[in-house]
């Protein structure tokens, strides 16, 4: 029997714009728990969560962080998610392996594009949600002008529960909308600081007494017992009321604000209290949908059940190796289970479980159903990956990555670095759902596909940091084609003697231009054995490889018709070699006189913005020679398709973020060619 049941495991992310201070919450968190010994501090880069280099050199979230506190028997999962736009893969996947998002707003900065995209995000998924009005003690903090911010932005169900006692730096305090009672706190003492309980100031009486009456109507008409109680002039105990607010929580239909300074510390013991209270258990979004093949069936959080682990997360350590973040979908997990990895049908086996808490670690007997755990050096296991008993070829879904956003080549420094730089790249990968590499043969280019300017910055330091491997950026060359206009004709002749066997063939090409999109077609036309049926395959590969080489503007070619309707040859002399490079003198031949012209790749584009961006948005398109293609509103954002020329989106994704101040969003696929201007 499992010694922590699924209802007393609470699995809650951060999410919220960059700035917003999550990351300096979840410190708090922890340090006003005792879950940690000091308080560690972002711009000193000593956090629990930010722990990699390119974290503290930017003073950056840059990936997703656990950090897990224990409170009246309850354990809570706190993930800290990067709100920096770049990142928003990580947003995803915390999203879907959390119960309860709690949207981070900073008091000074109010509602901000990442803000706005990350509720979202949890809107989509049906997540409940909670909102911290952060940084009241910072110098133009203003709770009331950004609760309206919020009211605004997110609509219905917005409810405070807590008010500020006092602003910038004279907020010392909260009052407890659901008891009317007030908790100030002495910010003489040493952070992390608790609050004592105190009367309201009497200058706030009258207005908590309004919202207070206000929060308590919104919470008691969602049951018809405490309605008619309420009704009749009944006082609803705080029990009751924080019982009611909490079913309204867990169904999304109410959203709590909270009010915090993570730096000085005020309300930071109530969040963590309230978090236990308030957020569903980690059994609230059961059952959950589990693939096989092209069916699916539902996994229920039962600790007794069979053994099932989400890889949500891999990190890499120099010392400590590779450790795999698993999220326990189904079962208890022991030391040294064996499971299967479902994709590459290899056995795994657990030696060692592990609480993670930022980077460091420290073993644990047991993990249960919807909990979290660590488990180093699986070897063929990775981030997406699904750890199930041998025979249940079954697979948790994790959302899927983010389309690249900014292609980027990369070239080795060295022959030391070239020699390891794919499986380092891959490496990363692994790490990295939202990162992909590509090498490209056509071009010879290492592509790497990220989701921004940052991204691709942090993967480049983690490259040379983990792996030795120095590399130089370069300009990602765009794949041009060519093709022909008109028809044409050519002969082509191979003749060459030297002693003994000479070689000799001769080959009459008629070439067609064909659909945008075909291709290549040849067609044999050859009658009365001018060459003789075993010469014309040969005839074909050299045309191939003429195509190949490039045209009369250097590019491949591509949507041609060959048709071979006449030639020559010699009983002693003509060879297959011979036939091939008549094919391709023929080639070369009538592509002068076929009006070749260059093709380009054209993108399928999809941005969504809010509207009262669309005009310039639209502008920069047609800056870009795109072609709109269609526009659709909802959800005051509106969602533009076009089509543009690929090699006018090598910067899009920094082009439209300097547009729309980070709030914009695109997906870019490849859709055909087109005749280059």
């Not at 006003?32 to 930017?58: A, M, N, Y």
Request: net charge negative; aromatic share 4%; with cysteine.
């Amino acid at each position: 029997m499992a010694s922590r049941s699924p209802s007393s495991i609470r699995n809650v992310c951060l999410i919220g714009h960059h700035g917003a201070g999550k990351t300096a919450l979840a410190e708090a968190v922890l340090a006003v728990t005792g879950t940690i010994g000091r308080l560690g501090s972002v711009e000193k880069g000593t956090t629990v969560c930010d722990f990699e280099p390119e974290e503290v050199q930017r003073q950056l979230s840059v990936s997703l962080a656990i950090a897990p506190y224990d409170l009246d028997g309850v354990k809570v999962n706190l993930l800290d998610v990067p709100g920096y736009v770049d990142f928003s893969t990580e947003l995803s996947i915390a999203l879907a392996l959390s119960d309860l998002a709690v949207v981070v707003v900073s008091a000074s900065d109010g509602v901000q594009g990442q803000t706005e995209d990350a509720w979202r995000a949890a809107a989509a998924m049906g997540l409940p949600r909670l909102i911290v009005i952060n940084k009241l003690d910072r110098e133009r903090a203003n709770f009331s002008g950004v609760l309206d911010e919020v009211r605004s932005a997110f609509g219905a169900g917005v409810a405070p529960v807590e008010l500020p006692i006092g602003s910038e730096n004279t907020f010392r305090g909260v009052i407890d909308l659901l008891d009317d009672s007030a908790t100030v706190y002495d910010l003489a003492g040493t952070p992390p600081v608790r609050g004592t309980e105190g009367p309201i100031p009497p200058e706030l009486q009258s207005v908590e007494h309004e919202v207070h009456e206000q929060l308590v109507e919104g919470i008691v008409v969602g049951d018809d017992d405490l309605m008619t109680r309420y009704l009749e002039g009944e006082t609803i105990e705080r029990a009751e009321l924080q019982k009611a607010l909490a079913t309204g929580v867990a169904a999304a239909s109410v959203f709590p604000v909270l009010c915090a300074s993570a730096i000085s510390g005020v309300g930071v013991d109530r969040l963590a209290r309230l978090l236990v209270e308030l957020a569903p258990g980690a059994d609230h979004r059961y059952p959950v949908k589990i693939l096989a093949g092209d069916a699916s069936s539902e996994v229920e959080c039962d600790p007794a059940g069979p053994p099932l682990l989400a890889v949500c997360k891999t990190l890499s350590d120099q010392h400590a190796g590779r450790v795999s973040l698993c999220k326990v979908i189904s079962g208890t997990i022991l030391p040294d289970t064996v499971l299967t990895n479902t994709r590459t049908r290899a056995e795994e086996r657990l030696h060692v479980l592990e609480v993670l808490r930022g980077h460091a670690t420290s073993p644990v007997e047991e993990a249960v159903a919807g909990d979290f755990v660590a488990v180093p050096r699986l070897s063929g296991t990775k981030t997406g990956d699904t750890l199930a008993p041998k025979g249940q070829p079954v697979a948790f879904p994790l959302p899927d990555p983010d389309p690249p956003a900014l292609l980027a080549a990369v070239k080795p420094s060295s022959r030391a670095d070239e020699d390891k730089l794919m499986s380092s790249l891959q490496r990363l990968a692994e790490e990295d759902p939202s990162l992909s590499v590509t090498r490209v043969d056509e071009t010879h280019q290492t592509v790497l596909g990220t989701a921004g300017e940052i991204h691709l910055s942090i993967t480049l330091e983690r490259l040379a940091r983990k792996f030795g491997v120095n590399v130089e950026r370069e300009d990602v060359i765009v794949p041009y084609r060519e093709t022909i206009t008109k028809a044409a004709e050519a002969e082509g002749r191979h003749k060459k003697q030297t002693g003994g066997h000479g070689q000799f063939g001769v080959v009459h090409l008629r070439l067609e231009p064909l659909a945008r999109g075909e291709g290549f077609q040849f067609h044999d036309a050859v009658v009365g054995g001018a060459i003789p049926r075993q010469y014309i395959p040969a005839v074909e590969k050299g045309v191939l490889e003429a195509m190949e080489q490039g045209g009369q503007y250097g590019f491949p070619v591509v949507d041609v018709s060959v048709t071979c309707d006449d030639g020559k040859y010699h009983s002693v002399d003509s060879s297959e070699m011979s036939f091939k490079m008549a094919g391709a003198l023929a080639f070369k031949s009538a592509l002068e006189q076929a009006g070749a012209v260059v093709l380009e790749p054209i993108s399928a584009l999809v941005v969504t913005v809010p509207s009262e961006l669309q005009g310039d948005v639209l502008g920069d398109l047609h800056a870009k020679r795109g072609r709109v293609q269609g526009t659709e509103s909802g959800d005051g954002m509106q969602t533009i398709t076009a089509l543009v020329p690929t090699a006018e989106l090598s910067r899009y994704a920094i082009d439209l973020r300097a547009i729309t101040g980070g709030r914009g969003r695109f997906r870019v696929n490849h859709d055909h060619y087109d005749v280059k201007p």
